[in-house]
């Protein structure tokens, strides 16, 4: 009886000792809560990070909550509310400058993905004046671009035309839909969705500032020091789904027809449109020429001067290159 007690405890110990690793591994998956702006293509990294189980494999639960404007986000990321942020890198180095201890420590999207989509009746730029047009908020990049864009057609602001801060792009697709506005940014999907639906596209942003850095990866310093295992394992699991991206067409495809709710056509060409132009890093990177653009704009409002700071004064890429050197 002793000799079958003490062979079924053998037995079993190996079954007990992998029962206690499990559980160990589920009480160190760590929680990091992401602030994004809206449902929209700046955050596939993320949506893809999130379908494929890359940040489970990094022993991660990411939650992504929406805040409609990075003028939002920065705050809730500066008061604790949230661990990263993924916002424009406009707004973020605003708040650098005031004085916020934060750091940009990846890239999301390198380039602008706005066009100007109007009522069908507009025809061109120059139609607008006198017209209310819809953005995210009346400080963020988009905004930016947007007036940028007008400028370079006669148009200035306030003088020639208004703005309304009415969100992301759904909310001003579904405003330009029911005629509340004249024209708004959009971004794909939903420009293609405009454009079929016979809305004029009057333009794309990319054309008048061709390299700009628009959404990046934001953490408060304090937090990413205490937090740098944590950290490191986040931007692994973003560098895993950059690479899934361009990799992995017909499955990212269809991450985007899931996320966003449109259809298989107009998913396929946002990614064609994303990753054509390597708009999406590949491996994480900020747009360096996309930096001096940002700051060059901050220049002409006043936030920063001239001769332009260093870029380390905003971005810390020490994180992401570990996380590259942990996936060679």
Not at 16 to 33: D, I, P, Y
């Amino acid at each position: 009886m002793k000799r079958l007690f003490l062979f079924l405890s053998i037995l079993l110990l190996p079954l007990a000792a992998a029962g206690t690793s499990n559980t160990v591994l589920a009480q160190e998956k760590e929680k990091v809560t992401v602030a994004t702006i809206t449902l929209s293509l700046n955050n596939l990294p993320l949506y893809v990070a999130q379908e494929k189980g890359f940040f489970t494999q990094e022993n991660l639960f990411a939650e992504l909550v929406l805040l409609g404007a990075s003028t939002r986000a920065i705050p809730a990321l500066v008061g604790g509310s949230v661990h990263i942020s993924a916002s424009s890198a406009m707004t973020t180095i605003r708040a650098i400058e005031k004085g916020a201890a934060l750091k940009i420590v990846g890239g999301l999207v390198n380039g602008p993905t706005y066009d100007l989509i109007s009522l069908p009746k507009y025809k061109s730029i120059k139609e607008l004046k006198g017209a209310t047009i819809g953005v995210t908020g009346l400080v963020t990049s988009d905004t930016v671009l947007l007036k940028e864009m007008l400028k370079a057609n006669g148009l200035e602001y306030p003088r020639d035309y208004g703005m309304l801060a009415i969100g992301g792009g759904f909310e001003r697709w579904v405003a330009l839909q029911t005629g509340n506005l004249a024209a708004g940014i959009l971004n794909p999907p939903y420009t293609f969705a405009a454009e079929e639906a016979g809305f004029s596209n009057l333009g794309s942003t990319v054309k008048y500032s061709p390299d700009f850095t628009q959404t990046v990866l934001n953490v408060r310093g304090a937090w990413a020091n205490e937090k740098r295992a944590v950290l490191v394992r986040f931007m692994r699991a973003v560098l895993k789904a950059d690479r899934w991206i361009y990799n992995q067409k017909e499955d990212t495809v269809r991450v985007i027809a899931k996320k966003l709710k449109f259809s298989d056509k107009h998913s396929e060409g946002s990614w064609r449109y994303f990753t054509e132009s390597q708009i999406i890093p590949k491996e994480g990177d900020v747009n360096q020429k996309g930096m001096d653009k940002v700051m060059h704009f901050l220049v002409e409002d006043g936030t920063l001067k001239l001769p332009l700071p260093r870029h380390d004064k905003y971005v810390d890429a020490s994180y992401l290159e570990e996380a590259r050197r942990l996936l060679q």
